[in-house]
C-alpha cells in the first residue's frame, strides 16, 4: 500500500504562484510514475504533469507548459509541482497520483494505482 497526501493548494490571484507537494509514504519501491491531475467543477479530470521517477524524465500537458514545473526531493518522498503565472481557468482541485508499476499511458488515470485526496486551487481576478 502506498499512501500520498498532497499540500499546498489555497487562493491566489492571476498571476500569482503555488507549489503543491505529493508527499508519499509505505511500499513506494514498485512506483515508476508519479502524476498530477486537476478537475474542474462540471469538466472532466485532466492530466498535467507526469515524472518518470527512475529516468527523471517529465511531461506536461500543453495547457500548463511552460508554467509548471516538477521537481522531487527523495529524502522525503515527496514530489513539488511548481505553478507559475496562474490563470483563472488553473481553479481545480489538483490530485497526485502514483503508478506502482503505472499500467497505460501517462495521461490516463486508470494507469494509476495509488491517488491522494486532493488539494484545491482557486485562482481569481
Known amino acids: 500500500q502506498v499512501q500520498l497526501v498532497e499540500s499546498g493548494g489555497g487562493s491566489v490571484q492571476a498571476g500569482g504562484s503555488l507549489r503543491l507537494s505529493c508527499a508519499a509514504s509505505?511500499?513506494?519501491?514498485?512506483?515508476?510514475?508519479v502524476g498530477w491531475f486537476r478537475q474542474a467543477p462540471g469538466k472532466e479530470r485532466e492530466g498535467i504533469a507526469a515524472l518518470d521517477i527512475s529516468r527523471g524524465s517529465t511531461a506536461y500537458a500543453d495547457s500548463v507548459k511552460g508554467r509548471f514545473t516538477l521537481s522531487r526531493d527523495n529524502t522525503k518522498n515527496t514530489v513539488y509541482l511548481q505553478m507559475n503565472s496562474l490563470k483563472l481557468e488553473d481553479t481545480a482541485m489538483y490530485s497526485c497520483a502514483a503508478g506502482c508499476p503505472v499500467r497505460g499511458g501517462w495521461w490516463a488515470p486508470s494507469s494509476y494505482t495509488y491517488w491522494g485526496q486532493g488539494t484545491q486551487v482557486t485562482v481569481s481576478s
Open positions: 509505505g511500499y513506494t519501491s514498485n512506483c515508476n510514475l
